[in-house]
């Protein structure tokens, strides 16, 4: 893992969890409640919807960044309501990568923030129960600023369309800085939006990663 990844979870090996970061960062998570699971790449994490996490530290390397990515294999069991991905959320900063909401989208879409209510969702039926899916997320300042340019959801590699939420998500020039932990499987306690289902893969990188990236990382997984 190159210096541009600030963590990555296989949460291996189908029988016993594991939350090692597999980078130099050593981003290791504390698993609360969440299981092994048979998964797409030799194992992952099971979370229950109502208290199943995985939380790290406060990992700084996410705040300020111009540039980011945020992926994940997932497995939902249910498309009702929010449903976090990752988090790093203090209450009014942060991100969030999610599936759904009540009040935006879906819980069939794709929602993904970097600063309070401006943010972005996919529109349209990507998500099944109990079918897998690849999500990646990117945000990159340098490019243009305009109809929500600078934001990219791929999912299973497919660049999808994008709504904004609230105000104009290009305002942010960067991640905002954040004091809450980076948490797997739930959006801090007082939003909760815990996952219902199967996570695998989860992976934060410091720059937008291409559209070929993403598809041969897809491809090859």
Avoid: C, M
């Avoid at 709504?163 to 998500?169: A, I, K, L, V, W």
Wanted: charged letters at 15%.
């Amino acid at each position: 893992w190159n210096s541009n990844y600030i963590g990555v979870w296989h949460l291996k090996d189908g029988t016993t969890l594991n939350a090692l970061d597999s980078t130099s960062n050593a981003n290791n998570g504390t698993i609360s409640n969440a299981t092994a699971a048979t998964s797409q790449v030799d194992g992952g994490g099971d979370f229950n919807g109502t208290s199943a996490l995985i939380s790290t530290s406060d990992i700084a390397a996410i705040d300020s960044q111009g540039a980011i990515s945020f992926s994940a294999w997932v497995k939902t069991d249910s498309t009702a309501g929010d449903k976090s991905i990752t988090g790093k959320w203090d209450g009014t900063f942060g991100h969030f990568f999610q599936t759904g909401g009540s009040t935006y989208g879906g819980g069939d879409d794709i929602a993904f923030g970097l600063d309070g209510n401006k943010f972005v969702y996919t529109t349209g039926n990507f998500i099944s129960t109990g079918v897998w899916i690849h999500i990646v997320a990117t945000f990159d300042d340098a490019l243009p600023g305009a109809a929500n340019e600078e934001y990219r959801v791929y999912i299973n590699a497919i660049s999808r369309s994008l709504t904004s939420f609230s105000g104009n998500p290009n305002d942010i020039n960067t991640t905002r800085a954040s004091t809450a932990t980076f948490e797997i499987g739930r959006l801090n306690s007082s939003l909760s939006r815990y996952w219902d289902g199967i996570l695998d893969e989860v992976r934060v990188a410091s720059v937008a990663h291409s559209a070929g990236w993403v598809a041969t990382e897809y491809n090859n997984q």
